[in-house]
């Protein structure tokens, strides 16, 4: 996507980033953290021939502004309600990846009426393991540390080491052309102070502090797909597995020779599972009368919690891995 066809609009005096593409039913793309819209650039232009593509820069990142403000996950999920208010969409599949996998959720979560679907990417949520990376910026001083690992030279050489270490054909670094965009953002102070408080609204030094497992149970009422990548080293893909505990009506697809942006790593497959997926459900229609029943039930099935946090000891579904090439 060029930068020519992003286009803005203000919602409670902060501007706000976004691309629109295609015509159909709409899809919301969430990115993950530090990203942008354009972490969705492989596969957006396909799923415009099907679908009302809506990608947006969430507050704190990307083109959006980065001000001052309420970056927990129920205030992304009420920014991404009014941003499509004012767009004129009223229903959505919401798709997000990582840290926006579990802003999808809390859309849901919030607004059932307004979903139709939800499709999750190596999503968080579903379990305490997180990388040491992310869980460094919750650390006192990383705001400082990071304005001098971000000075010109120090940041163009760091980036570069990393994006050489992503082609190097090691599936352990194969993510790190991906985290040098996200350090390479860094530079600005702003969108520093923007991540800082994202994470540590959902990540403490133990790892993931919010989680979808006591709602997990509401999924019953609406379509969700989970797609991992077998060699993703930011969250583990045995999350892939507590979403099929926790969502046992949920379809988990693991890409193999995938990393943390399978979507990425695997476009055409992406689009694929992810058409797929839309075609093959009917789309959630929430009433109250339904959603008062599910919370009144509670979870059919009580899921074994580990000491570890709220991840699943077993698995009660079964997980779909997609054959190696």
């Known amino acids: 996507m060029s930068s020519d066809e992003v286009s803005f609009v203000t919602v409670h005096g902060h501007r706000r980033a976004y691309v629109k593409r295609g015509r159909g039913p709409a899809l919301l793309l969430l990115h993950g953290l530090g990203c942008d819209h354009t972490t969705w650039d492989p596969v957006v232009d396909a799923l415009a021939r099907r679908f009302t593509v809506i990608a947006p820069d969430m507050l704190g990142h990307g083109q959006s502004d980065k001000p001052r403000a309420d970056y927990s996950v129920g205030g992304y999920a009420n920014g991404m309600r009014d941003l499509l208010t004012v767009l004129g969409v009223d229903r959505v599949t919401v798709v997000?990846?990582?840290f926006g996998g579990g802003v999808a959720m809390q859309f849901a979560y919030q607004f059932p009426e307004r979903t139709e679907r939800i499709a999750l990417v190596s999503t968080g949520g579903m379990g305490p393991e997180?990388?040491?990376?992310i869980r460094a910026v919750t650390t006192p001083g990383f705001h400082q540390a990071m304005g001098v690992l971000t000075l010109p030279v120090v940041r163009h050489v760091g980036a570069t080491g990393l994006r050489l270490l992503s082609r190097s054909g090691v599936p352990a670094a194969r993510d790190l052309g991906e985290v040098a965009d996200i350090y390479d953002s860094f530079r600005d102070?702003?969108?520093?102070h923007a991540i800082?408080?994202?994470v540590r609204a959902v990540v403490d030094w133990k790892g993931q502090i919010v989680t979808?497992?006591?709602?997990a149970?509401?999924?019953?009422?609406m379509p969700m797909c989970v797609v991992w990548g077998a060699d993703d080293r930011v969250i583990p893909v045995s999350h892939a597995h507590h979403a099929a505990a926790?969502?046992?009506g949920a379809r988990v697809v693991v890409f193999p020779d995938a990393g943390h942006?399978?979507?990425?790593?695997h476009p055409e497959l992406f689009v694929d599972t992810l058409v797929d997926f839309v075609d093959s459900t009917e789309p959630a229609a929430h009433t109250r009368t339904q959603w008062r029943r599910l919370l009144r039930e509670g979870p059919a099935v009580e899921v074994a919690q580990s000491e570890a946090g709220d991840a699943p000891v077993a698995p009660v579904a079964q997980v779909v891995a997609l054959p190696s090439a």
């Open 96 to 98: 997000g990846h990582s």
């Open 130 to 133: 997180v990388s040491p990376l």
């Open 189 to 192: 102070p702003r969108a520093r």
């Open 196 to 198: 800082r408080h994202v």
């Open 212 to 215: 979808m497992s006591d709602r």
């Open 217 to 221: 149970y509401l999924t019953r009422a």
């Open 246 to 248: 926790l969502a046992p």
């Open 261 to 265: 942006f399978a979507h990425k790593d």
